[in-house]
């Protein structure tokens, strides 16, 4: 069997294929792997909220971002199912000692390379968002600029502050 597992938000993360009777946990998904108060890029729980936090703030324009990796990792996923659980079965007939390491290593490999995947990802969008710009993939800087309705609520927001006041002239 096999459990597909995942931490953080459900749209925004990566299942990955953890099967079941491996004889260690992965690396980045360890217990220990960092702690709710230490951040650290090898633990999947600190990786994955680092991105879907990043992109709270500008939700609607990364999501593409991350849907397009997200697809790219559980769609290879999927697509060497059937391969790994035949190997796995083939080297069960043998001995099922062998098995268990295989899918062990499969599993942490799998599990450990996602999670630096999503680190890129999240590098990848901080320079590509920052500073509310926008970044094409040769480097040129957009601008978006806000809203209409953002302007009129500062506008609204701020009263007088904000209007042009004509300056007094000097009589000389």
């Known amino acids: 069997g096999v459990t597909w597992f995942s931490v953080d938000d459900t749209y925004s993360t990566v299942y990955v294929p ?53 697809r790219d990792l559980e769609g290879k996923f999927l697509a060497d199912q059937s391969v790994i659980d035949d190997a796995a079965a083939s080297l069960f007939e043998k001995s099922p000692g062998l098995a268990i390491d295989y899918l062990t290593e499969y599993s942490c490999r799998t599990a450990d390379a996602t999670v630096a995947r999503w680190r890129r990802l999240g590098e990848d969008l901080l320079v590509k968002y920052m500073d509310g710009n926008l970044k094409d993939e040769l480097g040129n800087v957009k601008h978006p600029g806000y809203p209409e309705s953002w302007y009129r609520k500062v506008v609204e927001e701020t009263g007088d502050h904000l209007l042009l006041k004509e300056l007094e002239k000097d009589e000389e």
């Open 18 to 70: 953890i099967y079941c009777g491996i004889n260690k946990v992965p690396h980045s998904y360890a217990v220990g792997t960092g702690d709710f108060q230490h951040f650290t890029w090898e633990s999947a729980f600190w990786t994955f909220n680092w991105v879907s936090n990043y992109a709270y703030s500008r939700y609607s324009e990364m999501i593409g971002d991350i849907i397009i990796v997200q």
